[in-house]
């Protein structure tokens, strides 16, 4: 059973940055879209960045382009977000997944901008 695990949140001020990591066991990822999730209080997921592993594309939400980057590290089997220019908006848990998001979700790490 693949299981994810997010990490790197925290609490930073407007403009600053944080690098969230998912590692993943269980299963490689060469034929997935990995992608990064946000969730805030009474709003679903909002699809934030994806990869496509075997290649290393990327897309990301409008919202978020130009700040953040998404990458992966094929031998440790994780995906990354480095995310930079934070915003108060930006505040939510993030959640690292498959596009679309078939297997069971981690437990998610809370990013949390200040202003």
């Known amino acids: 059973q693949v299981q994810l695990v997010e990490s790197g949140g925290g609490l930073v001020q407007a403009g600053g940055s944080l690098r969230l990591s998912c590692a993943a066991s269980g299963r490689n990822f060469d034929s997935y879209i990995m992608a990064w999730f946000r969730q805030t209080p009474g709003k679903g997921r909002e699809l934030v960045a994806g990869i496509v592993w075997s290649v290393g594309s990327t897309y990301y939400a409008d919202s978020v382009k130009g700040r953040f980057t998404i990458s992966r590290d094929n031998a440790a089997n994780t995906v990354y977000l480095e995310m930079n220019s934070l915003m108060p908006e930006d505040t939510a848990v993030y959640y690292c997944?498959?596009?679309?998001?078939?297997?069971?979700w981690g437990p998610g790490t809370q990013v949390t901008v200040s202003s």
């Open positions: 997944n498959a596009n679309p998001p078939t297997l069971s």
